[in-house]
């Protein structure tokens, strides 16, 4: 149901209880499920109608729906049997046992057997834990008192508890609102108006027509004012208002911030339903600008006849179907609202592909040069930015993300960065007149360079703006001075002078993180709008004072908003959680929305971006394609495709003229689409610069180093930015089915008269990869994990959200299962839902996400920093959350025997057993000093091993939980232990002997007397080490490194024998930011592996067929094993380092 039918139900809900229809009240509030009036349930409860409780309780849940609502009709059954023990009624407590506590045998059969048993008893009250029991009054209050606690604690009653604060008869106002507006556009309008009826609308009657009874005689509408006519249109509305101060709308605020009092208006005739009180006309100010226009004007304004509630809250969506009041005249009023016209699509919109570009990684953020509009800045999912001559399709400027002065930047920043150093840009932008532009990244910090022509860019300032993501930036001149503005998770916007970076303002009272900033001017009054997470719209003048307004956009979540380029049409475009998308035009004198615009995906894939050109066109990145509307015209008026190959939601911008349209593409392409003149332009800067676009494209081809080229380049740049290992998703300590797991390709004996190579793999055609299908809402892939079954693949991003890829059963995929030759669906139930997890008021940056899945593949347990969520894989529904923080979660596994116990590891160091099926803490194990990076569990030994970020291994035997032994990792000679480094754990096949994975090497232990049997040390000057699992039948490990490239080590001897090349899955001029985080093993396929990348991306990984393998181990030297020769990541293949 739309957010304007649910209010819908509200207003009725409150016309209902005011006309005292008491029992359709409580009927509604049942069947809609929007409003749980906790007053009513009490007093049913102390009634004891349990009927009606029941009843009354299951239009928001039932009885298997989460362990909160099992306890809710338990302890309500659990009463009503009591009750009819205390009065000796066996047969009706039989009755109650049989057929309403029975239900719960299934989950406690003890507590069943108990119950049960009470029937044998003379009193009840013989049972020791029933021994207080009162008497049915006082029994009933202290139930009501738990029954309370455990409604407002459950989910499923979150946001229903609270009534909409509405003003008195506020159905009856928006009806008045709509006879008021009616009467305006009556050809013959009388001044003592009749109303006939509600089930049409209202017009005049003409002079030989009947009359209606007057209104002051008809019992519905009750009694009304005898008044002259209407108040000129020009001045203010048909109400008559009492003197009141009265917040003021948008315009009225920008013109006269101060709010006053307005005299009252008299001789207003008023007709509705019943008087209208208090009801504030709009502010004199906002009238005089948008002065009311005959009916057939197209940009008619209508009337606030609660300007009041308007500035407490916006109509979400423009009353079109959805409500069906006495509306329908304004399909007249507005050409653009009839649904049957058909448009051509005009020729001046740029719809044909004229450049294709390679950024490298995957643009985020693109702005045109306001003065020379052939220059495009770009920012991307990796922090870098680049500036592109699309004219010559010349890459002028690319810089890779760096703080320029981390000593200057706050601790929180460079903590956060010693934790990951992963950045995206979220926002890049040109100043006014061309001469700065400004980035915002994803993590505190906006960078400002000035540009001076060219290639030529310098640094200019950084600021350290907001705890968390930096999430918009606009310049903008207020008291004639150029001024930054951003705004961040921490939920501020602050305004900072672009010539020093000092801050001026910060701007507070939103309550949840500010997504974006739309500055603006009216009338010499500098302002700006801000939209919040939470989907609160603000807008705030340059001073101390405070929002000026509090509006709620439509979709509630991701919204951005934009002017017409003359300043005078202001829209917003934003994105639901549950992936609706809208672009509504804004009455600013009113802060409602004037219309909605149609054709979006009923679903989008994720946040919709827009943008406005020429005064006359809108257009948006959806549904795969390029859509654009004419501002006038609800209706889509085209759509383009730019030849294939766009995302679901393309980020897209125009430039100044709107003769260039700047589209992002897959496999981190930009496509730059034309007009007419558009072409023009890029065809003279063509012919002009012919030899020399030439040459720049020769050189700005992108070309693949040697591997050992990569390595160096990414160890100089991880001793810039200190290096953070990504923790590990497959090792989630479930204990895999391994009687599905293909026998391994038996290895041919190793002939010592031949050579051994190492097997290099630089090229696509070496390998078969599959890079799986995007979400463009991900930005980093934090876990990954195969399903059991084998047939899908499941990821937690850093921003929470889940995605699972499933490959259907087809005719080149018989067996359904995962592999790299067919490529699988990116997955959602039919409800479109996400499983998403909470994240409290955490910055997701800060978060270690976790998640471990149940051995039938049916549930996942999943945290991102904030409660430990527990997902239906069938369904994405959350079943239950628990576990608030603090502490967080860091890491999850399932006891392999019993699926109600996890094992916990949290951010304070401790391990906590809980027990999901009592909701109970069985145990808290302490023996780490830093937060637990790993969990395993062996059902061979009946031990848990747990590592953590302090280096440590400790053993626990799962019988007692005590702790049996603990060790510390043995660092190579020369290296210092990280601040914080994840340390992993993986059982082997075995179930004996684990494997260890640190930044620093790969480690074989055996569990019993917690020995190191192997060790693999990467050479210093190499890459580190992200990610490591054992293959499925435990005979390779697959690592992952932060250069980008995967080896693949024999597990006997941690010897290296295969290593994929970045070049062999990442395409041509891939960003060296791009790196591999997780990586996970298939359960059946012993030569299949997934990584998940810094960039959002999953890659599934196979040999060929013909090779059937990856490489040849290496020859044993001596016979022995024992001493593993570490071939170092980024050296060529001879070189070599024992151990």
């Known amino acids: 149901m739309s957010s304007l039918s649910r209010e819908l139900v509200f207003l009725i809900l409150q016309f209902l209880d005011e006309e005292k229809f008491k029992e359709t009240v409580h009927k509604l509030e049942q069947e809609s499920?929007?409003?749980?009036?906790?007053?009513?349930?009490?007093?049913?409860?102390?009634?004891?109608?349990?009927?009606?409780?029941?009843?009354?309780?299951?239009?928001?849940?039932?009885?298997?729906?989460?362990?909160?609502?099992?306890?809710?009709?338990?302890?309500?059954?659990?009463?009503?049997?009591?009750?009819?023990?205390?009065?000796?009624?066996?047969?009706?407590?039989?009755?109650?046992?049989?057929?309403?506590?029975?239900?719960?045998?299934?989950?406690?059969?003890?507590?069943?057997?108990?119950?049960?048993?009470?029937?044998?008893?003379?009193?009840?009250?013989?049972?020791?834990?029933?021994?207080?029991?009162?008497?049915?009054?006082?029994?009933?209050?202290?139930?009501?008192?738990?029954?309370?606690?455990?409604?407002?604690a459950n989910p499923l009653f979150r946001d229903k508890l609270q009534f909409p604060n509405l003003k008195n008869s506020r159905l009856r106002t928006l009806i008045n609102q709509s006879l008021n507006w009616q009467h305006q556009l009556c050809k013959t309008p009388r001044p003592n108006p009749d109303i006939k009826t509600l089930f049409v609308d209202h017009s005049c009657g003409q002079p030989n027509g009947a009359r209606a009874p007057s209104p002051a005689n008809n019992p519905l509408l009750g009694s009304l004012p005898k008044a002259g006519g209407f108040p000129p249109l020009g001045a203010h509305g048909p109400f008559q208002p009492t003197p009141a101060p009265v917040p003021t709308p948008l315009a009225g605020w920008m013109s006269n911030p101060t709010t006053v009092a307005h005299a009252a208006v008299s001789g207003g005739a008023t007709?509705?339903?019943?008087?209208?009180?208090?009801?504030?006309?709009?502010?004199?100010?906002?009238?005089?600008?948008?002065?009311?226009?005959?009916?057939?004007?197209?940009?008619?304004?209508?009337?606030?006849?609660?300007s009041d509630h308007v500035s407490k809250r916006t109509r979400p969506m423009g009353m079109s179907d959805e409500v069906n009041l006495p509306v329908n005249v304004l399909s007249a009023t507005f050409p653009g609202h009839g649904h049957g016209q058909a448009f051509n699509a005009p020729d001046d919109l740029p719809k044909t592909v004229m450049r294709t570009l390679n950024q490298g990684s995957s643009p985020m953020s693109m702005d045109f040069h306001p003065v020379q509009q052939t220059i495009l800045l770009v920012g991307t999912n990796v922090g870098d930015i680049a500036l592109w001559e699309v004219g010559s399709r010349e890459r002028l400027v690319l810089r890779n993300f760096k703080v320029w002065d981390l000593s200057a930047c706050s601790m929180p920043f460079q903590a956060a960065l010693v934790k990951d150093p992963g950045v995206s840009v979220n926002r890049v932008i040109w100043s006014p007149d061309g001469a700065l532009f400004g980035v915002a990244y994803s993590r505190h910090i906006v960078q400002i360079y000035s540009y001076h022509g060219g290639d030529e860019v310098r640094q200019h300032l950084e600021i350290d703006a907001h705890v968390g993501g930096v999430n918009d930036l606009a310049f903008s001149h207020p008291n004639k001075q150029l001024c930054v503005i951003t705004c961040g998770d921490d939920k501020t916007i602050k305004v900072w002078d672009a010539a020093t970076g000092a801050k001026q303002y910060t701007f507070e009272g939103h309550e949840a993180p500010v997504y974006s900033v739309c500055p603006h001017y009216k009338e010499n009054i500098q302002f700006i709008f801000s939209t919040a997470l939470d989907g609160k719209i603000k807008a705030w003048l340059y001073d101390n004072l405070g929002s000026r307004v509090d509006y709620d956009a439509p979709g509630r979540w991701c919204t951005t908003m934009a002017y017409s380029a003359d300043g005078t049409r202001l829209f917003s475009c934003g994105t639901s959680k549950d992936g609706e998308s809208s672009i509504v035009e804004w009455n600013e004198s009113e802060g409602a929305v004037k219309r909605t615009y149609q054709g979006f995906r009923k679903r989008s894939l994720g946040v919709v971006q827009f943008d406005t050109t020429k005064n006359r066109f809108l257009a948006a990145g959806d549904d795969f394609s390029i859509k654009f509307w004419d501002m006038d015209n609800i209706q889509l008026l085209t759509q383009v495709d730019a030849d294939g190959g766009l995302p679901a939601s393309p980020r897209i911008r125009f430039n100044k003229d709107g003769a260039l349209l700047a589209v992002s593409a897959n496999e981190n392409g930009i496509k730059i689409l034309a007009n007419a003149d558009g072409m023009r332009l890029l065809r003279s800067l063509e012919n002009s610069m012919y030899d020399a676009s030439r040459t720049s494209e020769a050189m700005a081809k992108p070309t693949i180093n040697p591997i050992s080229a990569a390595a160096a380049a990414s160890s100089a740049a991880l001793s810039e930015r200190v290096p953070s290992v990504v923790s590990m998703a497959g090792m989630n300590g479930d204990a895999r089915n391994l009687g599905d797991v293909k026998p391994r390709i038996s290895e041919e004996s190793n002939d010592k008269s031949k050579i051994w190579k190492l097997t290099e793999i630089s090229e696509p055609s070496q390998c078969r990869s599959l890079k799986l299908p995007e979400n463009v809402r991900v930005t980093k892939i934090s876990r990954l994990i195969y399903t059991n079954s084998g047939n899908a693949i499941l990821a937690l991003a850093s921003n929470a959200i889940h995605l699972l890829w499933k490959w259907p059963r087809s005719d080149r995929n018989s067996s359904g299962k995962a592999t790299a030759s067919v490529p699988p669906q990116l997955w959602q139930p039919s409800s479109g839902i996400l499983m998403t997890n909470d994240i409290g008021d955490n910055n997701t940056e800060d978060a270690v996400p976790c998640f471990a899945l149940s051995k039938n593949d049916s549930y996942v347990m999943s945290a991102s920093g904030g409660k430990i969520s527990l997902f239906n894989m069938m369904t994405?529904?959350?079943?239950?959350?628990?576990?608030?923080?603090?502490?967080?979660?860091?890491?999850l596994a399932f006891h392999p025997q019993d699926n109600n116990i996890i094992a916990i590891g949290m951010d304070d160091s401790s391990i906590q057993i809980y027990n999901v099926r009592v909701d109970e803490v069985k145990s808290k194990l302490k023996g780490h000093t830093k937060r637990i990076t790993g969990l395993a569990f062996s059902h061979v030994l009946n031990v848990l091993v747990s590592s953590g970020a302090d280096a440590q291994i400790c053993v626990w035997n799962t019988d007692g939980w005590e702790k049996q032994k603990t060790r510390f990792l043995q660092l190579p000679a020369?290296?210092?232990?990280?601040?914080?480094?994840?340390?992993?754990?993986?059982?082997?096949?075995?179930?004996?002997?684990?494997?260890?994975?640190?930044?620093?090497?790969?480690?074989?232990?055996e569990a019993t007397k917690l020995e190191c049997l192997k060790q693999w040390f990467p050479q210093s000057s190499a890459a580190p080490i992200s990610h490591a699992t054992f293959s499925c039948d435990s005979q390779l490990i697959y690592a992952s490194f932060l250069d980008a490239t995967v080896c693949v080590f024999s597990a006997s001897n941690l010897r290296l024998r295969c290593r994929v090349n970045p070049s062999a899955y990442l395409s041509a001029g891939f960003s060296s930011n791009v790196q591999p985080l997780v990586i996970a093993a298939h359960p059946q396929e012993p030569n299949q592996f997934a990584v998940g990348l810094s960039d959002g991306g999953v890659h599934v990984f196979e040999p060929l067929e013909s090779e059937g393998k990856w490489g040849v181990p290496p020859p044993i030297e001596n016979g022995s094993a024992s001493n593993a020769a570490a071939v170092s990541v980024g050296a060529s293949s001879e070189e070599a380092a024992q151990r």
């Open 33 to 152: 499920g929007f409003f749980f009036n906790m007053k009513y349930f009490e007093d049913e409860v102390h009634n004891g109608n349990w009927d009606e409780v029941e009843r009354y309780l299951s239009g928001f849940t039932k009885v298997d729906d989460n362990r909160y609502s099992m306890k809710i009709f338990f302890e309500i059954r659990k009463q009503k049997y009591l009750e009819a023990l205390d009065k000796h009624d066996r047969s009706k407590a039989v009755e109650i046992l049989v057929k309403d506590l029975k239900v719960f045998a299934t989950f406690n059969e003890e507590l069943f057997k108990e119950i049960t048993q009470l029937l044998t008893l003379e009193n009840f009250r013989e049972n020791e834990q029933l021994s207080k029991y009162g008497d049915t009054k006082s029994a009933r209050a202290i139930m009501l008192v738990e029954l309370k606690k455990l409604i407002e």
């Open 271 to 306: 007709i509705g339903l019943g008087t209208a009180t208090g009801l504030g006309a709009p502010s004199i100010p906002a009238a005089l600008k948008h002065p009311r226009t005959p009916p057939t004007n197209p940009s008619v304004d209508y009337p606030s006849g609660d």
């Open 876 to 891: 994405f529904k959350t079943m239950t959350t628990f576990m608030p923080p603090p502490p967080a979660a860091t890491f």
């Open 974 to 1005: 020369g290296r210092t232990q990280p601040v914080q480094a994840d340390t992993r754990v993986q059982f082997h096949q075995d179930q004996i002997r684990f494997l260890v994975v640190h930044e620093t090497q790969l480690a074989i232990y």
